[in-house]
């Protein structure tokens, strides 16, 4: 077994005495998709901002490639290798794909103080990262981000962190807000990126979408972990009754069992 590219051991993260996420021990190892489930309100937004450098661990501790770290800022996860992608990207509508890429690794031409960005270069890179992913309609570097599908500015961020080195994906809801056509595009960068030995975060409450791609398996629920599995271990029914909590699940379907026979003497 390869060692984990990123492991959380038994971390709490309180706000005001209040625990948002209770004693969370998880794992991904390269080239594997952990699939991170849960309802609105479970911690899936806190989780991520430990693993990504924004909240630092009430308790427990992370470690990266084996070695125990305390990340001060997002910047100290990105230097070991730590890429979030957000729900819509992380992307700037009115900057060109080329500018969005580079953006604050902007390469120049010239001899300081009279650097430029070098435009040329960055729209090469840009065009031949994204179309790496299979994003052919986008030709131009110059092109608006504004005008890309929801879909292409997942793959260009994706392909950004991917170019700059990434080693842990963490994708935030990254098909939540897309169609079925563009989330089985993003489906299927995600297949890439494991391929390519990157370790996957998918953070998402759609199950379907888990199972299509994810190794491993993770349930939070009020903060805590309630189930953790892998590949096969449990059916669609089965992740989803629990995500939903099995007994509220239970009550709802027996009254609306007696609100459609009431209707109906």
């Known amino acids: 077994m390869s060692v984990p590219l990123l492991k959380l051991n038994h971390v709490s993260k309180s706000f005001a005495g209040v625990d948002a996420l209770s004693d969370v021990s998880l794992e991904v190892s390269p080239g594997e998709v952990l699939c991170l489930l849960g309802d609105n309100g479970a911690g899936k937004s806190t989780l991520i901002k430990v693993l990504s450098g924004v909240h630092k661990p009430t ?29 819509y990207g992380g992307t700037f509508p009115l900057m060109s ?66 170019y700059f080195g990434a080693k842990v994906l963490i994708l935030d809801e990254p098909t939540s807000a ?38 491993q398996f993770a349930v939070l629920i009020h903060g805590r972990m309630a189930d953790d599995f892998r590949k096969g271990e449990r059916t669609r029914e089965q992740i989803t009754d629990l995500m ?21 003497s």
């Open 59 to 87: 308790r427990g501790s992370v470690e990266v490639e084996g070695r125990p770290v305390v990340f001060d800022s997002p910047k100290d996860a990105g230097d070991l290798g730590i890429a979030t992608v957000h729900q």
């Open 178 to 215: 897309l169609g079925v056509k563009q989330a089985t595009h993003v489906l299927r960068l995600i297949m890439q990126a494991r391929a390519h030995g990157l370790a996957v975060v998918f953070v998402t409450h759609n199950v379907t979408h888990a199972m299509a791609v994810g190794d």
């Open 244 to 264: 939903a909590g099995g007994e509220a699940m239970a009550d709802l379907e027996a009254e609306l069992a007696g609100l459609t026979g009431s209707g109906n």
């Open 97 to 162: 794909v080329a500018r969005c890429f580079f953006v604050g690794k902007e390469p120049t031409r010239g001899v300081w103080p009279f650097q430029y960005f070098d435009k040329k270069t960055a729209a090469e890179i840009t065009v031949r990262e994204m179309q790496k992913l299979g994003i052919t309609r986008v030709t131009d570097g110059d092109r608006l981000v504004g005008s890309l599908s929801g879909g292409e500015r997942q793959s260009l961020a994706i392909a950004r962190a991917v």
